[in-house]
């Protein structure tokens, strides 16, 4: 089955500086997921990526998907501290014969604190 | 706006209760998720839900059962609750694109 590993695993930045949190996985992705989660709270969805070497911006928030599609990583541009929280990337999980019925794998998660 | 609604936000049950998760959305999704989230190891998937009565294990079923009489409602069941079910419990709905995800129900069992 397909796994994704997230590094790191948390970060630590002071308000103002950019970061990069990346996304591998063991399979060719078909669909990258980001999601943002406070604490304590439900997954909100950031972008999706699909094409090889696509690459997504919302705010101060940019996605890009390799090439190769096995890896995706998520930069915050001039970070504040309403970007802390846990972020999340997530794929769709296809069975031996090629079904996914929708489900998604996620990574384990990365943890971003941002002093102000 | 779009909805995913748990029926608590936070639960506190005693180990061998019986417990019941509710979950409902109101997009018409076919497919649907309950998942549990525990800290350094991420999401993982308990059961989902392709239909109305259609139901699939996903990567950690054990101990845990789910109903989906309605396509709008899925529900989590807890047989009997052990201290390690103690978790974040998120459920979810999708059809094509992005997942929609319900605000968690923490729940603790004493």
């Known amino acids: 089955s397909q796994e994704l590993e997230q590094s790191p695993q948390s970060l630590i930045v002071q308000e103002g500086k950019n970061l990069t949190i990346n996304c591998t996985s063991s399979k060719t992705l078909y669909g990258l997921y980001w999601y943002k989660q406070k604490y304590g709270e439900g997954l909100i969805f950031l972008m999706m990526l699909q094409k090889g070497g696509e690459e997504k911006s919302h705010e101060k928030i940019t996605a890009k998907l390799d090439e190769k599609k096995q890896q995706s990583s998520l930069h915050i541009t001039a970070s504040q501290p309403s970007h802390a929280g846990i972020y999340l990337c997530?794929?769709?999980?296809?069975?031996?014969?090629?079904?996914?019925?929708?489900?998604?794998?996620f990574g384990q998660g990365t943890i971003l604190t941002v002093h102000p | 706006d779009v909805k995913v609604t748990q029926s608590s936000r936070y639960l506190v049950k005693r180990t061998g209760e019986k417990v019941f998760l509710e979950c409902v959305q109101d997009?018409?999704?076919?497919?649907m998720f309950w998942y549990r989230q525990d800290p350094g190891l991420g999401l993982r998937l308990i059961y989902f839900s392709y239909d109305v009565k259609m139901k699939e294990k996903g990567d950690i079923p054990e101990g845990y059962s789910v109903s989906r009489e309605k396509k709008e409602r899925f529900s989590l069941i807890l047989e009997s609750a052990s201290t390690n079910q103690t978790s974040m419990y998120l459920c979810?709905?999708?059809?094509?694109?992005?997942?929609?995800f319900g605000q968690g129900t923490r729940l603790t069992v004493v």
């Open positions: 997009m018409d999704h076919e497919n």
């Open positions: 979810a709905s999708r059809e094509q694109g992005e997942a929609f």
């Open positions: 997530g794929a769709p999980n296809f069975n031996a014969g090629g079904t996914s019925y929708g489900k998604l794998t």
